[in-house]
């Protein structure tokens, strides 16, 4: 019969888009598709002994309540580095016209209040909101307020909810040291901002899949704050100048100032999918470090892998033809 761990992850879109989604279950068995419309069931039912795909809409709160109603464990990781835009505007909910779909407010703080809501609502057990180390009512940088808004919604309908604050994730896919060497490959030249002084503290993106497997594995974390930073803190520009050193892109490192880096975010955030922002520069402006009051992934038992040996399996691809110029036996 069927045995251990059951997980459905909810999506938005298209179901295709999620299919690299591979979780490795422990004995576990998936077999939820019910949303699905039936003539999409036989094709996603091949899919299901590995993958709960549940689609469901954010502004939705019955999606939601399908979505997590069979769960005990409900984890929400959703939010936005930049805000989506239209190409034109259209009317929101509220009867205004606007170009922005999602904003960090909407993104971070209503829908985790919904989601807390719906939880509650279903019974839910556990519940664990996944913010940002940067989270600070105070900064400057609209989307740190957002996260901290999230936190104290969340809180506020459910107070033992456990809040864990991801410090800037590194690894295969990221959008941190693949960008940095993108930029460095294609421009003649890479920007810093405030000469790249400022401190970040980057975690491996498998040591948070372990920090989050050992909250949903042990009921004695409840009402936590966990920070997940990585072991060491770096500056921008020392980030930058290993991420050249790896990938061999040996470009100039360039101060820009502030205001001419907000206009290029002003500019940039409105492409689509945009690798830059306005409010980017207030984040990138202040000190990303894990506060003294919180509590550390490593209580959960995990060995945080580091920057900079971890790095090299992903960035080389940005050398000129590869590694393997540099050993000898292969040409």
Same mark, same amino acid.
Request: aromatic content about 10%; charged content about 25%; some cysteine.
């Given at each position: 019969?069927?045995?251990?761990?059951?997980?459905?992850?909810?999506?938005?879109?298209?179901?295709?888009?999620?299919?690299?989604?591979?979780?490795?279950?422990?004995?576990?068995?998936?077999?939820?598709?019910?949303?699905?419309?039936?003539?999409?069931?036989?094709?996603?039912?091949?899919?299901?002994?590995?993958?709960?795909?549940?689609?469901?809409?954010?502004?939705?709160?019955?999606?939601?309540?399908?979505?997590?109603?069979?769960?005990?464990?409900?984890?929400?990781?959703?939010?936005?580095?930049?805000?989506?835009?239209?190409?034109?505007?259209?009317?929101?909910?509220?009867?205004?016209?606007?170009?922005?779909?999602?904003?960090?407010?909407?993104?971070? #703080?209503?829908?985790?209040?919904?989601?807390?809501?719906?939880?509650?609502?279903?019974?839910?057990?556990?519940?664990?909101? #996944?913010?940002?180390?940067?989270?600070?009512?105070?900064?400057?940088?609209?989307?740190?307020?957002?996260?901290?808004?999230?936190?104290?919604?969340?809180?506020?309908?459910?107070?033992?909810?456990?809040?864990?604050?991801?410090?800037?994730?590194?690894?295969?896919?990221?959008?941190?040291?693949?960008?940095?060497?993108?930029?460095?490959?294609?421009?003649?030249?890479?920007?810093?901002?405030?000469?790249?002084?400022?401190?970040?503290?980057?975690?491996?993106?498998?040591?948070?899949?372990?920090?989050?497997?050992?909250?949903?594995?042990?009921?004695?974390?409840?009402?936590?704050?966990?920070?997940?930073?990585?072991?060491?803190?770096?500056?921008?520009?020392?980030?930058?100048?290993?991420?050249?050193?790896?990938?061999?892109?040996?470009?100039?490192?360039?101060?820009?100032?502030?205001?001419?880096?907000?206009?290029?975010?002003?500019?940039?955030?409105?492409?689509?999918?945009?690798?830059?922002?306005?409010?980017?520069?207030?984040?990138?402006?202040?000190?990303?470090?894990?506060?003294?009051?919180?509590?550390?992934?490593?209580?959960?038992?995990?060995?945080?892998?580091?920057?900079?040996?971890?790095?090299?399996?992903?960035?080389?691809?940005?050398?000129?033809?590869?590694?393997?110029?540099?050993?000898?036996?292969?040409?």
């Amino acid at each position: 019969g069927s045995c251990g761990t059951r997980v459905y992850a909810p999506f938005r879109g298209d179901e295709l888009d999620v299919r690299h989604l591979k979780p490795m279950f422990d004995l576990g068995q998936v077999r939820y598709f019910g949303l699905f419309p039936m003539f999409l069931r036989q094709f996603i039912k091949f899919l299901s002994s590995q993958l709960g795909l549940i689609p469901f809409s954010a502004r939705d709160r019955e999606t939601i309540r399908e979505s997590i109603k069979h769960s005990d464990v409900v984890v929400n990781l959703i939010g936005k580095s930049y805000e989506t835009k239209h190409v034109v505007p259209t009317r929101r909910a509220n009867g205004k016209l606007s170009r922005t779909n999602f904003s960090f407010e909407e993104a971070h #703080v209503d829908i985790a209040r919904n989601i807390a809501e719906v939880a509650k609502e279903c019974g839910v057990s556990r519940f664990i909101h #996944v913010s940002a180390t940067a989270a600070n009512a105070n900064s400057s940088s609209r989307w740190s307020r957002s996260k901290a808004e999230g936190e104290a919604a969340v809180r506020k309908v459910i107070d033992d909810a456990i809040i864990v604050r991801l410090n800037t994730v590194f690894g295969p896919e990221d959008r941190f040291l693949n960008l940095i060497a993108e930029a460095s490959k294609r421009l003649p030249f890479f920007p810093l901002i405030n000469g790249g002084q400022n401190l970040v503290q980057p975690v491996y993106v498998a040591d948070v899949a372990k920090g989050l497997h050992s909250l949903i594995q042990y009921d004695d974390y409840r009402g936590s704050t966990f920070d997940f930073s990585g072991p060491s803190d770096y500056t921008y520009k020392e980030i930058a100048e290993f991420v050249q050193d790896v990938t061999l892109l040996r470009k100039r490192l360039v101060d820009v100032p502030v205001p001419l880096a907000l206009k290029a975010g002003a500019v940039v955030e409105n492409w689509m999918n945009p690798f830059f922002s306005e409010d980017a520069v207030s984040r990138i402006l202040e000190d990303v470090i894990p506060a003294e009051d919180t509590r550390k992934i490593s209580e959960l038992g995990v060995e945080l892998g580091s920057l900079d040996r971890l790095a090299f399996d992903y960035l080389h691809r940005f050398r000129q033809g590869g590694h393997f110029t540099l050993v000898q036996g292969y040409h």
